[in-house]
């Protein structure tokens, strides 16, 4: 039977199940529960916060961050282009206006030098992401921040563990937030954290992450607040992946410098940077071809997909999305269109051995050789 390769899979090879099981011997399996507060304790002595706080998913924790931060009705946020939805999408759920970002061209992050023009009297703050693991050039952004009075959030959903200049990624800007979603370096199933130093924020977060409860008042609610919460049981699991989050990210860094060894003389291909100023901690591991359009891309991916290899477009722009598309003029973007439109991620878990990731990389070479020169190859 052909080795099937996919993209992700958890590595559940700790105590995950130990601590699972306590939850169900002592009953404590909803939104209370010892695991939480060690879990949340565990994850700010991590990134280095005051704060670690949980909730149910990293979209609602993009959403409590952004309302903690006073984010309403007509306001703007600036983000990139290049990002999973949900970036997005929080900006919209406060009934604000997200205004989109191209990337720059070596990290695929949002170009510091492109944020100043977008800002107007209606821009409430920025949410910057570390895309694919590499941290974003935070001095400068950290700097249009305080010149204009904006915030800044991190969206660190892919790059739990990545640094930026010696500093943890969650630590940076006013706040941050991370997805623990199955295929994210480490994980609760769903599961999501906000990150601060500030004490008002943290407070205003876990005000609205139940239901809006006053902490001194049991069912008074001064505010509509939302169900936003983690239970012990997933907060158990995230507690034994935090004791082996070293081993999870050097295993995907590992996977990506076999890739790199694998694959670096291959000219058809660019491959991932790793900037001076940071550590990358290769959430995925990613190429992108050279030449070609999108459907080259995906012929690529179909011929792997063929060979028991799976892989992944990169996100599509949030411009391009039916929802976002109307916002902004689509030759604004134009490294964005080009690497989302040929880039792609491969298999990228923490236990492929390096036989496993040189098998993928003779195919990814043979499939290329393959294709080349056919009509999917752009001529121009």
Known sequence: MKKMYPVAIPVLNGNEKKYVMECLDSTWISSNGSYIEKFEQGFADFCGTKHAISCSNGTTALHLALLAHGVEWGDEVIIPTLTFVATANAVVYCGAQPVFVDSESETWNMDPELIES????????IIVVHIYGHPTDMDPIMGIARKHGLFVIEDAAEAVGAQYKGRMVGSIGHSATFSLFGNKIITTGEGGMITTNDDRIADQIRLLRGQGQDPQKRYWFPVIGYNYRMTNMQAAVGCAQLENIHWHIEQRIRVAMLYQQFLEDDTRLTLPVQKEWALNVFWMSSIILKEGTSQYRDQVMLQLMERGIES????????????????????????????????????SYGTLLEDDVKYICMNIKEVLDRLGGDEYRDQS
């Open 118 to 125: 977008k800002i107007t009297p209606r821009t409430k703050g």
């Open 312 to 347: 992944r477009p990169f996100f599509y722009p949030m411009h391009t999305l039916p929802p976002y598309r109307k916002l902004q003029m689509e030759e604004e973007f134009p490294v964005v269109n080009r690497i989302s439109a040929l880039g792609m991620n491969v298999p």
